[in-house]
């Protein structure tokens, strides 16, 4: 058991798990911030440029039914809803492919600075010795 708890805690405390809880809780707030620029702003616009429709209003009613002589409730298709969260996932993910194609970029951008061959260190004292000794041998 205390193997186990041990592993847990290398596990829990590595970077890669905190990075990735850190990613969920931003996500999630990210997520709304999303959805309240789709709802509240993009979206009304756009329902008013089509005649005043609001998305998430839009759906198709089926016939109601009765059973043993009571009505039910009728069903609801909700498809503005699905058109509300498919713009969302739209928005969504054109946000995170720029926040990507941003880091990458940046990513780019360092590997070359490193890439850059550092210049050759200065001969020591020795071997600027043994070159004039060298040379001196090869005038003679």
């Given at each position: 058991?205390?193997?186990?708890?041990?592993?847990?805690?290398?596990?829990a405390?590595?970077?890669?798990?905190?990075?990735?809880?850190?990613?969920?809780?931003?996500?999630?707030?990210?997520?709304?911030?999303?959805?309240?620029?789709?709802?509240?702003?993009?979206?009304?616009?756009?329902?008013?440029?089509?005649?005043?429709?609001?998305?998430?209003?839009?759906?198709?009613?089926?016939?109601?039914?009765?059973i043993?002589?009571?009505?039910?409730?009728?069903?609801?298709?909700?498809?503005?809803?699905?058109?509300?969260?498919?713009?969302?996932?739209?928005?969504?993910?054109?946000?995170?492919?720029?926040?990507?194609k941003?880091?990458?970029?940046?990513?780019?951008?360092?590997?070359?600075?490193?890439?850059?061959?550092?210049?050759?260190?200065?001969?020591?004292?020795?071997?600027?010795?043994?070159?004039?000794?060298?040379?001196?041998?090869?005038?003679?």
């Amino acid at each position: 058991m205390g193997k186990f708890i041990n592993e847990f805690k290398e596990f829990a405390v590595k970077g890669n798990a905190v990075d990735m809880a850190v990613g969920v809780i931003i996500g999630g707030a990210f997520g709304k911030i999303v959805t309240s620029i789709v709802n509240d702003i993009i979206m009304p616009p756009i329902g008013w440029l089509i005649g005043g429709v609001n998305f998430s209003e839009l759906k198709c009613e089926l016939p109601t039914v009765k059973i043993a002589g009571e009505e039910l409730a009728a069903a609801t298709i909700n498809y503005g809803a699905f058109i509300q969260t498919i713009i969302d996932f739209t928005i969504i993910a054109f946000c995170v492919f720029m926040l990507v194609k941003g880091i990458n970029k940046l990513a780019k951008k360092k590997k070359k600075e490193e890439e850059k061959p550092a210049a050759p260190p200065a001969p020591s004292k020795e071997e600027l010795l043994l070159t004039e000794i060298r040379d001196l041998l090869k005038n003679k």
